[in-house]
């Protein structure tokens, strides 16, 4: 395994397989698809920055990189996609051997290029803040101090807006100090650029021109009119403080039979018009606080009366949940338009019901925006989660701009599609496979937002057919991909990454061993659990249990080894040994069994999975199990209800909450106060251990866990228990050696591999 993490160490990229098929078939046969996760920004510490332009092919526009071939002596390099002679220009006239640019290193196979004079001049980041007021007082309240954090934390030169919205929506005039002031529009219907120009007087005093587009200080709006309602962070402290401090309750009257008006749809609608009209191209940010369920106007996904429920997936399957579709259409419109302007919404939902985060998963996914679901505004999830965006660029996320990403790769393999937050740019090529997965049809794709953290997995077709020619290629042949990302970086000057590398095709057909030995079964689990979740997402009566079940027999029918019929002689490769238990997990994680789960929870869960490396992916799908005992210090242990002791504390890490489980002996000495008597020091510090190592854990990841502490027994013991190998349940005759029994009808991992073996060797 340590071999695939130093190569993703080098480049962000993992791929399940690292030897390719040689043909179609092959690839067919080898049932995970040949693919890669990639991470456009990981920071990757000694890569070199250079300060001119790449060099592209004149036929294929890939980059020079450390596999092309250089004539030192006719000053030419060899195009490694496309075999194209290009000739050096005149400022490379000093190359040789001895004196390489560092795009030829060999170790530099990413690379970020800066070129001021092409890129013009640092854009400031805007954030347009799109605040919820149709919540209780308490809420408000919690939210005003955090949105009071968050605001200090804003760089100087970044240009802020600021709407709330309830019954009406509301656009701030920051830019006007004197007295409060602000733009009402009614919350029932969207508003476009054209109302947005006219209702909020950008013309006032002035002849407004009567062709072209009028959009920005390069098409027509003077930047008085813009700085209006977006303004530098330094310069509206004063203002925005006091518009925050003043947020008060939607005053509107809430009969006691029905919900609140809220209008969230129509204050996006207004966010995403006001910043096309002001700033489109630019980088800029629509950050939604939203505390409820929409109900008024455009997007709504509930009627007003409390009588009617909000959506269940169960509604959703049945067809039985009116509002659903049309909400999803409006916000792909939403989409469209934030896609073609450049911009991101980020969404903050903080509510005890569901918000409608299922409805806007398509706007926040196609922007590659940022997600966090807690259950209050007060929440440690929301409030940590909020500040870490706006901290430093050292440990915060680097937030990204306007990010385009093309690839190159070597003939016979195409590119069937993207799965995770982008959106396909329609530029058909002869890279493009004839079958669409995610966002297909193009070798380039739009990231209007991407940060440190964000991956997204390519999905590759081989196009080369089983024939007396392709058994010709020589052993151990090389192929390329490259992966060419131009984006606004955190700093605001554009620059552009690229990552070159290089993999082998397998030499023979039978060659079964060379497939096993490149296998990484870690990358192989995540492409498995983001294509599952797509598939259940965009395909009717599909059966995901069904499908993980015949895909993992047909993997352990090919590459296992057996005697036909005799299931006892089975055995999987090292490289292999680990993947039935992801698969086993997957079948039971949060991704494909949605019951009790609501339709928002599932989107958030499968959006985090969309946007995640292949760590992260491998821990939500099986979460990772420490120790504590006297015994030993903190150790793995499997995930299986036979960890469970009293005289332990166990740490499960699942992402998305981290919980600190004390065995009863443990919780009972706890409550009399051992610790902080003398003599107890070890029993203080076992009780410390697991608490240190888990906030090492939430202080590293975004969103940040939800923290659960429990005991034994006790209510909140099900967060540990619903994650674990049912190895001892109600229904079976060894007793617990835990004391601990799993009330499920779900079956444990042993009888699952008994199955399997059955199955694959007949």
């Known amino acids: ?57 004149r036929m294929c526009r890939s980059i020079l990189n450390p596999f092309s071939r250089v004539d030192y002596n006719a000053k030419i390099w060899l195009c490694t996609f496309c075999f194209q002679r290009n000739q050096f220009p005149q400022h490379y006239s000093s190359i040789s051997e001895n004196n390489l640019p560092p795009e030829l290193f060999p170790q530099y196979t990413t690379i970020e290029y800066i070129s001021t004079a092409e890129t013009g001049p640092v854009m400031p980041p805007v954030f347009i803040f799109v605040v919820d007021t149709c919540i209780i007082e308490e809420e408000i309240g919690y939210l005003k101090s955090a949105l009071a954090q968050a605001t200090e934390l804003l760089p100087d030169n970044s240009l802020i807006g600021f709407i709330t919205f309830g019954t009406y929506v509301q656009v701030h005039e920051l830019g006007f100090g004197l007295l409060p002031k602000s733009y009402v529009f009614k919350g029932t219907k969207e508003v476009s650029k054209e109302q947005i120009l006219e209702q909020m007087c950008f013309f006032a005093g002035k002849q407004k021109p009567t062709t072209g587009v009028i959009a920005g200080t390069r098409d027509g709006l003077s930047s008085e009119s813009i700085s209006r309602f977006l303004v530098p962070a330094s310069e509206c402290e004063f203002v925005l403080n006091s518009v925050i401090e003043e947020l008060q309750k939607d005053p509107w009257h ?11 749809g129509a ?61 999803v259409k409006f916000y792909d419109q939403i989409a469209k338009q934030l896609v073609h302007q450049g911009h991101v919404l980020d969404l903050f939902a903080c509510a005890v019901d569901q918000v409608g985060v299922a409805e806007m998963k398509v706007a926040i996914e196609k922007t590659g925006g940022i997600v966090v679901l807690a259950e209050s505004f007060g929440h440690s999830v929301f409030k940590d989660s909020l500040l870490r965006i706006f901290q430093s660029a050292d440990n915060g996320l680097g937030l990204s701009f306007n990010g385009i990403l093309e690839i190159n790769c070597s003939k016979d393999l195409k590119i ?59 052993t151990g042949e090389q ?71 015949r895909a993992l027999i047909r993997l352990c029918t090919k590459f296992g080894d057996y005697q036909k019929e005799t299931p006892s002689s089975f055995s999987l490769s090292p490289r292999l040994s680990i993947f039935p238990q992801f698969m086993f997990n997957l079948r039971r994680s949060q991704f494909v069994q949605v019951f009790n789960n609501s339709p928002d929870e599932t989107a958030y869960f499968r959006m985090m999975l969309e946007r995640e ?17 006297f015994q030993s210090g903190p150790m793995p242990v499997l995930l299986d209800a036979t960890a469970i002791a009293p005289d332990k504390i166990l740490l499960l890490d699942s992402y998305f909450s981290v919980v600190i489980f004390h065995g009863m002996n443990i919780a009972q000495w706890r409550n009399a106060g051992y610790q902080d008597q003398e003599g107890h020091e070890v029993f203080a510090q076992l009780l410390k251990a697991p608490h240190e190592e888990a906030d090492t854990i939430m202080k590293e990841r975004f969103p940040v866990p939800r923290l659960v502490v429990c005991d034994q027994y006790g209510s909140q013991a099900r967060f540990l228990l619903a994650k674990l190998n049912p190895s001892v349940a109600y229904n079976s005759d060894n007793p617990a050696p835990g004391g601990d029994v ?10 699952f591999m008994d199955h399997l073996q059955r199955l694959a060797v007949q």
């Open 1 to 57: 395994m340590s071999e695939f993490l130093e190569l993703e160490a080098l480049d962000g990229i993992r791929m399940p397989w690292n030897v390719f098929p040689g043909t179609k078939e092959d690839a067919v046969s080898c049932v995970v698809p040949v693919s890669a996760i990639y991470t456009p920004l990981k920071s990757i510490p000694d890569m070199p920055v250079v300060p001119y332009s790449p060099l592209r092919c």
């Open 254 to 264: 809430i009969p006691a039979d029905q919900r609140a008006s809220r209008c969230t």
């Open 267 to 327: 204050a996006l609608s207004v966010a995403a018009s006001l910043l096309g009209v002001c700033v489109p191209g630019s980088g800029a940010r629509i950050m939604a606080f939203v505390g409820g369920p929409s109900t008024e106007g455009p997007g709504s996904i509930v009627s007003k009366s409390l009588a009617e429920p909000i959506r269940s997936h169960k509604d959703l399957d049945k067809d039985s949940a009116p509002l659903h579709d049309k909400a």
């Open 416 to 474: 069937q599609g993207i799965i995770g937050p982008c959106t396909s740019l329609e530029k058909k090529s002869p890279l493009s496979a004839d079958t669409v997965i995610g966002q297909g049809n193009t070798s380039a794709w739009k990231m209007c937002g991407l940060d440190k953290k964000t991956s997204l997995c390519f999905v590759y077709d081989i196009s080369r057919k089983a024939g007396p020619d392709s058994g010709a290629q020589q």
């Open 479 to 549: 192929l390329y991909l490259q992966f060419v990302t131009y984006y606004q970086h955190h700093e605001g000057q554009m620059r552009l990454r690229t990552t070159t590398i290089s993999r082998t095709w397998a030499s023979r057909s039978d060659s079964v061993q060379e497939l096993i030995d490149g296998f990484d079964q870690e990358a192989a689990a995540a492409v498995v659990a983001r294509l599952v979740s797509f598939k259940m997402e965009t395909e009717a009566d599909f059966d995901p249990i069904r499908w993980l079940d």
């Open 742 to 751: 799993i009330f499920t009808d779900d079956v444990s991992f042993e009888v």
């Open 613 to 629: 490396n292949v760590g992260n992916a491998v821990a939500m799908i099986q979460p990772s199990l420490l120790s504590y005992s």
